[in-house]
């Protein structure tokens, strides 16, 4: 069945710093990947999407790209701050079916 | 412009009950979605709704049922709780149906403990 595994599930870097997370799919069908950035006792929140026919955007300090042959998107964040300290999930999905959610990836940014 | 509200944000049951989620979309949008969240399981696809039909289903037993009003209001229900169902319950929606492929939002979810 669809799969989305993202990795690492833990990561730490000093404040200032970037921050890498990698998300895989499995199916080649899926054309639309967002993540969202969870905090602590509240619902997920979109920072940043990307669709199949795009290989990368940019928000201010985030950045998304995607590899469609490779089946890869990964989500960058530069000059990283404490308050990005959170739980972040990719997504992938295809038009008409559900959601599939990466197992999520808990960043620390120590001051 | 007010966000997905879910009620209630807690709530304890005990086994062999049975309760009820509600979940008041963005105003204007017209799809709803719930996810089970767990730490060991992450979020889970339960179902979504669009004008009122179910329209995607997600891997859980049929003690797992929703449905959604006029107003695009969702509720969802879960019948004789056991144990493993303790877990976030989160409600995210959408301006349309997911086929259309826009972004999601999600409520603050429903904290249901069964004991």
């Known amino acids: 069945g669809e799969n989305v595994e993202q990795h690492p599930s833990t990561l730490s870097v000093q404040e200032g710093d970037s921050a890498v997370i990698k998300c895989t799919y499995s199916d080649s069908a899926s054309n639309y990947f967002p993540w969202y950035k969870q905090e602590l006792g509240k619902g997920p929140q979109l920072i940043i999407d990307i669709r199949s026919n795009v290989g990368e955007k940019k928000d201010q300090r985030i950045a998304v790209t995607l590899n469609k042959t490779a089946k890869h998107f990964s989500l960058h964040i530069t000059e990283t701050q404490p308050e990005d300290s959170a739980v972040y999930f990719c997504?992938?999905?295809?038009?008409?079916?559900?959601?599939?959610f990466g197992a999520g990836t808990r960043l620390f940014v120590k001051a | 412009k007010a966000g997905v509200t879910q009620t209630p944000r807690y709530l304890i049951k005990t086994r062999g009950q049975q309760v009820t989620l509600s979940c008041s979309p963005i105003?204007?949008?017209?799809?709803v979605s719930w996810y089970q969240q767990t730490p060991g399981q992450g979020l889970q696809f339960l179902f979504e709704?669009?004008?009122?039909?179910?329209?995607n289903k997600g891997n859980f037993p049929g003690r797992f049922s929703g449905r959604q009003f006029s107003n695009s209001r969702s509720e969802m229900n879960v019948s004789t709780l056991e144990l493993g169902d303790s877990a976030l319950y989160l409600c995210?929606?959408?301006?349309?149906?997911?086929?259309?492929?826009?972004?999601?939002?999600f409520g603050q979810g429903t904290r249901l403990t069964v004991v």
């Open positions: 997504a992938a999905r295809k038009g008409g079916f559900k959601t599939i």
């Open positions: 105003s204007g949008h017209r799809s």
């Open positions: 995210a929606s959408s301006l349309v149906s997911q086929g259309a492929n826009t972004e999601a939002f």
């Open positions: 709704y669009f004008s009122e039909t179910q329209r």
